[in-house]
């Protein structure tokens, strides 16, 4: 199921091949999100040009909408977005337990409110299972409980314990399964090593396809992050894929892929794009800035679509005028940029002597 191809012989970075039903995914790799079975601004297309490997999907979002039967009943996510390579999807315990004010936590369960029409929904360890079964996704998130920033000891340890309890019910659940998808577990535990290191004994001899980092990119300095994945990542089993989640800013993954890290997930690339932020070489940038107004020169220099054919002028001048092809070309050239700074990564650990 995954194979280390090759280590650095410079940090804990490491090469590998994770196979999946619908493909298999090179790592380390960024994974673009696509919450509502699409990247927003991008068609299917234009991420086999840039070359994306596997995309992540939303469960709580794709439950309500179109709802996880209809996808079924439509031959699952695959043939519904056309998409015929790897997709991930996350439990959608993060946003079920970022409408706090609407949801209550069982031992066994969580109810909440729908934000599109305020209905009573549950999800259980089991029944995020098989909203993910009928969706036909590759790799499986278990139900958890992403702990705000920031919070106390005890207030962590509660939610931990709650989190491995449901984590463990689903994986014995998906063990009985007939099915060729591949099921991760999260390592919870906020910003305390001892605790994350606790999760990890807890679930390394299990038998999980692989292991994620959750609880981590929500709200927390960035010295506090680096610390859980370099104190943490080298506590995991050395066999499975290791999955940062909702990190994927440039200033993030080199660091992170030096300690071990292999795949990663980020909104920030579309999101940071409808507000005419793009990323380059020397940083980020904001498009909408003035002093771009009569610049003729591209974003970057960079082998994009986006970057071969506009200015920085044009891009800003769709911007201002609120024109959709602004967000669509930034998007592009952003999702572009992650997915090829990781590719050239992966590529120097291979060039290594």
Not at 14 to 39: E, Y
Not at 254 to 281: E, W
């Amino acid at each position: 199921m995954f194979k280390i191809i090759k280590r650095s012989k410079k940090s804990n970075a490491r090469v590998g091949l994770l196979k999946t039903a619908h493909g298999d995914i090179q790592t380390p790799v960024f994974m673009p999100v696509g919450t509502l079975a699409t990247v927003k601004g991008m068609t299917v297309d234009n991420l086999n040009e840039i070359g994306a490997q596997i995309i992540l999907a939303n469960t709580y979002h794709l439950s309500l909408r179109p709802t996880t039967e209809r996808l079924e009943q439509y031959g699952g996510i695959h043939s519904f977005m056309n998409w015929k390579k790897p997709i991930l999807t996350d439990s959608g315990g993060y946003q079920v337990f970022s409408l706090s004010k609407t949801r209550k936590i069982f031992s066994d369960r969580v109810e909440f409110k729908s934000h599109l029409d305020g209905s009573l929904k549950v999800f259980t360890p089991q029944n995020v299972i098989d909203h993910q079964r009928r969706i036909g996704s590759d790799i499986w998130m278990p139900l958890d409980i992403c702990t705000p920033y920031p919070a106390s000891k005890d207030d962590v340890r509660k939610d931990m314990a709650v989190t491995n309890k449901w984590i463990k019910d689903a994986h014995g659940y998906w063990d009985q399964l007939d099915t060729k998808s591949l099921f991760f577990s999260i390592i919870q535990g906020g910003m305390y090593p001892d605790l994350r290191k606790e999760c990890v004994s807890e679930f390394k001899d299990m038998g999980f396809s692989g292991f994620a980092l959750g609880g981590v990119s929500v709200g927390e300095p960035r010295e506090e992050m680096e610390e859980i994945v370099a104190s943490v990542t080298p506590e995991l089993p050395e066999d499975k894929p290791r999955y940062l989640m909702g990190v994927g800013l440039p200033e993030n993954m080199d660091f992170c892929i030096q300690q071990g890290i292999d795949m990663f997930d980020c909104v920030a690339p579309a999101r940071l794009a409808r507000h005419g932020h793009v990323f380059t070489k020397n940083g980020k940038i904001n498009l909408k800035n003035k002093q771009f107004q009569d610049d003729l020169t591209p974003i970057d220099d960079c082998d994009c679509m986006t970057c071969q054919s506009y200015s920085k002028a044009y891009l800003r001048h769709l911007l201002v005028c609120k024109e959709m092809l602004g967000p669509i070309l930034l998007s592009y050239h952003n999702i572009h940029f992650l997915v090829k700074m990781v590719d050239k990564i992966r590529n120097d650990i291979l060039a290594e002597d």
